[in-house]
């Protein structure tokens, strides 16, 4: 189990060392048809193969003339031409013109012998065999010249251009049916480690599902790659060694991810150092998180090790992989979408690693503001919260509040929320949200009332759910927009009330039937993450049980077992108690109910939402006092939802 | 060949009348595999399948410990603790532990029984069955509980949203193997007109190749439905309404481009109008271009009819048919890929309709300038060269210099140049492009020397070619610099000598050998444009002979054929002589040769380059100047461009 990192290098140099070794160029061409060819990139120069238009044509509807034939036809002195036929689209005609004669003329039509011009059909007037000429024409009007456009050998696109329906449309108008495109490089792709399990498959106790697998395709076909997965891998030396010689003799590029950590004993290290000659060419990155990063050249090829948690492989796959791939697959230049944004608060980084933060971007105001997800690399929200990251250089300590930063987005089609809702963690919601009536892109970020009310001060939040109860006027919220400074800025929407209590097993073993019952010798409670409403008002309780024992609020939950164990949300409480790891919890009536837990009530407390004035008139809170408001919520919240009311007010602006 | 359009509606009404016939909604669901489901729209909300993390697991490599037992734990006083086995990944332990022990345990490894909290291994050191703690922990450090991430049952991606590798990440993590999307729909695509014949054919006398069907097959791709290109259709009747009638058998929406001007008596219209009820719901669109657009509705099902000009096809299907396509597709927005850019100069519009003005995108001082594309909307070229449109509503008559406007891409990927090359036409440009290190989407537009000029005044142009003689002083070019106020804002860079002559068939049947046997009786010229250089050298050649003569210039062109028949580029020019449209013209040595036709030189003139004076540290201006100057352009420059010579001066600056 000891640490066996090799030299850490920096990125830049990890790009070095692999360019030295791999030359990051396309590997090689093929021809694919026009049908086929959106997104892909062209391999070569193309030249014209015709003259373009192939002849000369008319570009509006109307007769074919000599120019010099209605010089000084006038409204009221028309020239009459002689009408000796038709020159429709498709055909050459059959005859030229004379002076004095005319031919009758479609769009896109053939120009006749003799003619150098188009009358259109608006100035003109045919009468049985005569057309009557009421304004002139100069030489070449209203006609296109065969070859003005293009002619055979132009070049009219260049190698390396990314085919879209406008660079379609000129290969076909000029010739072609295929295109020469670039090869897309062929990824083998693992997943590593004994923990995983393919998703869909049953979970056995100690297992997770496989993320990397199916993110890290989706990551290698956005890079104009073709991915291949070829399974999750054991952590035994045997077992990947001889997967990857496999995927090696059938693939461009190999990646993995997993299995990679210090703690397995180097265990990927030593199979991609034995795969061929020159084996690791990188091991360890001076990347926060993503150290235990592998690279590996194997016979020419190259191998990559990724971390195993999901938002480390994704961020270690954009700042390392992907310019690498997107060279090989043709890009000449490889463009992020990157979105500006600035910080909310200082941030502290990895000290002498460069250091990859994954944010939450929110708009305020036009602008962005990339708010570090919470949570740590391993859980999903994170990736899942995250639209991209920020990428500190190593020579950085700290990112001021307020200063600007570029965010790499994890996919060009991330799509960037257009509601922030910062606060207490609250089930209804979702159900709020799913009675929107064009889709809403909600980011729902639930770090407490507290942290609500801050992300509200610093603007951060349209919306800001909160429960916080002043002990002294024994009030819900309106106190705090004071307390908090928000009463210029924001204001307070009712919401509706949410029913609190003692959450134990059905049974109640341990015989708890009100909060003093907590402090009872062998219980262990589960205790809600300070800035919560729930730990606010579990306190509160607490306090004036100390005051009644005349004993130190701080040496009073010191005595409780698992006072400084936190949940961060309300269903994590209920799951504590029903898979035993707690006796006790304070918790919404509604988890409760859901795990089938016993529940004793303590309080119906208000849960209201703050939101910000100038944003009343965005359009998604104005959908969501509405839907807030409405009869609908309203019905569903008090049939799904035990133990949440609603009333008359739900929905009015109820102070500032 | 009567007009037959009926009512003209705009685009919104066009839309309601469409909305109010056909409902513009998703067509249903299907699950794909998440290996597919990248760019796919989930088609409901995703509840969590699990509780993640699935158990309470280690965020570290360390040693699962009770906290309690690390109170007091020094750097100098360590607390020892008794080792009973490990937890590794994968499984979980087969004990637990008590006070006084611990448990060696892997990142992502299950916390075993009893433990609270991770000690990382950083901050331990392990000697036997002892391990030494060096640093207390609190109870929960470095653990993940379980579900507190997400419980069973938590939404955790909504209907609607598009999936990219970080959705495809948290489906996996919570359990999915395949997602609901929304199927894509089904579009059959016809080209149609007695004109197109498909890329890669043969191409007979009056006929163009195709180029709508492989370009808007494309773009119904990029609106995320399911394009089936079904051929191209004569202008019968009989076969287009049999295509169709078998085409909405078997597809939800069906698309034609062509076949729908008034020229061809509304075929299409008739159609359209007869394949089923209602049918023909919007004749003629209040738009320029676009105005034969035509949408059907056939039992339930929606024809359009576009234009077909590859042009005018595009921006019709992308204010028309993309927005209907994405609904269908499941977008619940349709967000066009947008660019801000001011205009360069005024613009007047289609008066009373809505006008579509296709723009090419110049970047100038970190702004975009939408340069309306020369050329008519008939032209490849006009497509090739514009990255979008300008769309400008039908009660606005002129878009004002300067003007901030928006403008519409073609396509979500579609590159935006990084060089501006506008000026006079020169082939040995794509030598020099071609020899860039790294690719440069150089845009080049050719409007001659004049008209280069007038773009590095308006800032629009990073480089321009030029030629132009000062008949005075009998210099090239750097008198220009003067003329029109260029001096301080750029530069004049040397480029090399080209000869110009005069250009026959091979066999010269006119017998001309000077430029003065082009006013002989019987000899059809072909001119170049006004504001290129090679039309004023010509220009003053025929004043020499004017003076000479005694005659008045005006009177001496009125006697030469075809003086205002004007070719746009060199090439133009040769191929004109060539194909016998005229019998004599003035043009490059380089493409008389190329079409092996008779030369007879006139001048060797030097073309140089005018260059924005803040562009020239621009990386693409630096490179073009580097490979300029250097030998490898200079050789192939002589190998390949007959009468072209570059020496020693070429790619220095020559005067401001």
Redesign the interface.
């Known amino acids: ?1 000891a640490k066996i990192f090799h030299t850490l290098v920096s990125i830049e140099d990890a790009l070095k060392i692999v360019k030295g070794k791999v030359p990051l160029k396309p590997l090689g061409e093929e021809y694919v048809d ?2 086929e ?3 892909r990139i062209l391999s070569r ?1 193309m030249l014209s193969g ?8 008319s ?1 509006v ?1 109307g007769y074919a003339v000599l120019a010099a034939d209605t010089f000084g036809a006038e409204e009221d002195n028309p020239v009459a031409l002689t009408l000796i036929g038709s020159s ?5 005609p059959d005859k030229g013109i004379v002076s004095g004669e005319c031919m ?1 003329i ?5 120009i006749p012998k003799g003619a ?1 011009s188009v009358v259109m ?1 608006e100035y003109t007037k045919e009468v049985d065999k005569k057309v009557y000429v009421f304004r002139p024409v ?3 009007e209203n006609v ?8 055979i ?26 295109a020469p495109v670039f090869k897309k490089p062929k990824v083998a792709l693992f997943s590593s ?4 399990v ?4 049953p ?1 056995d ?15 290698i ?2 890079c104009g790659c073709e991915p291949h ?1 070829m399974g999750i891998l054991p ?1 035994t030396f045997e077992k990947i060694y001889h997967s990857l010689e496999m995927a090696l003799n059938s693939h461009d590029i190999v990646i993995t991810s997993g299995s990679t ?4 004993g180097d265990l990927m290290y030593k199979v991609l150092d034995s795969l061929g000659s020159p084996g690791v060419v990188v091991h360890g990155l001076k990347v926060k998180p993503g150290k235990p990063t592998i690279i590996a050249v194997v016979n020419g090829k190259l191998v990559f090790g990724l971390p ?1 948690f ?1 938002v480390s492989a ?1 961020m270690i796959f954009t700042v390392l992989v992907k310019p690498i791939l997107m060279k090989m697959a043709g890009f ?2 490889v463009e992020f979408r990157k979105v500006n944004a600035i910080v909310p608060y200082k941030l502290s980084t990895g000290r002498g690693r460069r250091t990859l933060i994954p944010v939450s971007l929110i708009e305020s105001g036009g602008k962005y503001i990339a708010y570090p997800t919470p ?2 690399s ?4 994170t ?2 919260y ?2 991209g990251f920020i990428d500190v250089p190593e020579n950085v300590e700290f990112v001021e509040e307020n200063e600007a930063v570029e965010v790499k987005l ?6 960037i929320p257009d509601l922030a809702f910062i606060g207490s963690h609250c ?1 209804a919601i ?1 159900l709020l ?2 009675l929107f009536k ?2 809403c ?2 980011k729902i970020i639930n770090i407490g009332s507290i942290g609500g009310l801050y992300a509200i001060k610093r603007r951060e939040a349209d919306i800001c759910g909160t429960h916080l109860l002043d002990e002294n006027r024994m009030e819900y919220n309106l106190p705090f927009m004071e307390r908090f400074s928000l009463k210029d800025i924001a204001v307070l929407v009712k919401g509706y009330k949410r029913r609190q209590g003692i959450i134990t097993l059905k049974d109640n073993p341990k015989n708890i039937f009100s909060v003093e019952d907590i402090l009872k010798e062998g219980v262990q409670i589960v205790n809600r993450n300070k800035g919560s409403g729930t730990r606010t008002y579990f306190d509160y309780i607490l306090k004036q049980i100390a005051e009644r024992r005349n004993e130190d609020f701080s040496s009073l939950v010191k005595r409780i077992r ?1 006072y ?6 309300h ?2 409480v209920a ?2 108690v029903l ?1 035993g ?1 707690a006796d006790v919890g304070i918790g919404l009536e509604y988890y409760a109910r ?1 795990y089938d837990l016993n529940f004793i009530p303590l309080v119906d407390e208000e849960y209201d939402f703050v939101i910000l004035k100038d944003r009343l008139e965005k359009s998604h809170v104005k959908e969501f006092i509405k839907v807030l408001s409405s009869e609908e919520f309203k019905t569903k919240l008090s049939e799904s939802f035990q133990g949440y009311y609603a009333d008359s007010n739900t929905g009015k602006i109820i102070g500032s």
């Open positions: 189990m026009l049908f060819a959106w997104g120069d015709i003259d373009s238009p192939p002849f000369d044509r570009e509807d429709e689209v498709g055909t050459m009758r479609a769009t896109g039509a053939p150098d059909i100069v030489p070449g296109s010249q065969a070859g003005s456009d293009y002619v050998g132009d070049i009219f696109l260049r190698q390396g251009t990314l085919l879209t329906g406008r660079e379609v449309a000129s290969l076909a108008a000029l010739g072609y049916s295929k480690g004994n923990e995983l393919a998703p869909g498959k979970l106790p100690g297992k997770i599902y496989d993320a990397n697998g199916p993110a890290i395709y989706s990551m076909k956005e997965f952590d950590s210090a703690g397995l195993g999901p994704s000449d230049r949570g740590s391993g859980t999903v929200s990736l899942n995250s639209e994890f996919s060009d089609k991330i799509s089930p979702d949200l799913s064009d889709r892109t909600a698992g400084t164990y936190e949940a961060k949300t269903s994590a799951l504590a898979q790891r859901k």
